[in-house]
């Protein structure tokens, strides 16, 4: 049994993961999560992941919050 997926049906599905990925990468799974999720179960899955996920805390922002002086 073979199964035929159509080309532009599958760079469609992989655009749609990449640019998830990269709407997620401030969030706590960063990058790689965020793609892998939209990529592996469905774009629609990985926008409400993205939604859902909270956003992690920078070490610049956690440093500039406390008053310590960056160099």
Do not use: C, H
């Amino acid at each position: 049994m073979t199964i035929f997926i159509n080309p532009w049906i599958f760079l469609i599905w992989v655009v749609a993961a990449w640019i998830i990925g990269i709407l997620g990468r401030d969030t706590r799974f960063g990058f790689v999560g965020n793609f892998l999720i939209a990529f592996v179960f469905s774009p629609i899955v990985g926008i409400l992941v993205l939604l859902a996920a909270e956003r992690a805390k920078s070490p610049l922002a956690v440093r500039k919050r406390k008053g310590r002086r960056i160099i």
